[in-house]
């Protein structure tokens, strides 16, 4: 019997009408995905009424908490006035302006509603900008679902081939295997490797995109040096760097990990955290890189870009993040890095290899065997899955809902009972893990 049979139920109906049942992959759970009916400060509750500490964040844009009153109230005042103009608005003028200021590649700005449609966009810009064909692309990276990227996103070591010229793996069916032709596969913070592809390719390359931490795969951060020398190797060659900070932007800093780490690059997304769950993207860099927008030669479009509701809530959350010299993100980096730290202390007593890795802000935590750092995405294949589905099922029943792919967030809703909490719900489910596993 489910322990959460109103899920299952609306579950066994969605699947005669949605696709699998989700809008998303990345909502297909086990032993289902899960329904749910509200949401404030930090906590989701279920449609079987149970309550629920949240760590997923809708996979991260809750930077505030749920329902944030004041970004709920700016949406409101804006929708009041039009839901949709498909025209220019004053508050978007604003936003810009205020994006401008934060983050340090922002000369110019443009608006979409997707972070999928705002990578397609910088890297035609790229492409443009530069007349070559070839993207750098490194394994484990996430650049949204649409073709031109969706290559090695999470080969098996198998599929990846060798590490010193990776294979460029489609990420499931109907992926064009002609897109491959537009990228070169290498690993990540491998420096070498990059200098050896522009030895060879450099002619060629329009940019290289990265996450400037490897969120989608194990919240890796960049080893030192490693973000400088992607950006020495694009200058010295003419071609454009791109941060994918759609994870990172206004989380690890409010200028996002090109603020943090203090490497800049030509251009950039930002998606997410920026919103407060509003769908809005914004790509941003240098005034040169977006001449072709200017010119009217490079085409980037949306009806819903800069949308009102979405405007208003971004720029709500911006104003809100700024405000006290910036305090709700200094609670969100003191909080995070409690409890990623909280979480590894536990990993260490405990015989299970529970193991966290990752800026505060957001960290990734998993069981891990074998030896060694985890430094790039092939080491990410050394995490247990399966143990940690069951960790994660867990702390559901203990009221803490997380993420199956181990991606913890951090919300400034949250405090440090929150984390307290969180901790005693990890050390149970851990205590149970392991005595499950010793009477096997």
Known sequence: MTEYPKSK???ERART?????VSSQFR???PHPMFYERAEGPYIWDVDGNRYLDFALSQGPMILGHSHPTVLDEMVAALRKGQLFAGQHEQEVLLAEALVRLIPSAERVRFSSTGSEADHAVIRM???HTGRPLIVKFEGHYHGWLDGVSFSVNPTLEQAGPVESPNAVPWGGGVPERDAEGLLILPWNDAEAVADAFAKHGDRIAGVITEPVMCNQGCIEPAPGFLQALRDLCDAHGAALIFDEIITGFRIDLGGAQAHYGVVPDLAVFGKALGSGQPISALVGRARWFEGIE???LYHAGTLNSNQSAVAAALATVRLLEADERAAHRTIVRLGTRLRDGLAELGRSSPLPL???G???MFHAGFLSGDGPVRSYRDVLRYDAAAYGRFTAGMARRGVRVIGRGLWY????HDDASVDRALEAAAATLEEMASTEADA
């Open 17 to 21: 009408s949605l696709a699998a049942g």
């Open 28 to 30: 297909a759970a086990s």
């Open 410 to 413: 951090v919300s400034a809703a």
């Open 359 to 361: 800026p505060g802000p």
């Open 295 to 297: 010119r009217n030669e």
């Open 126 to 128: 790229a492409r443009y």
């Open 355 to 357: 193991v966290t890795q």
């Open 9 to 11: 139920a609306w579950y």
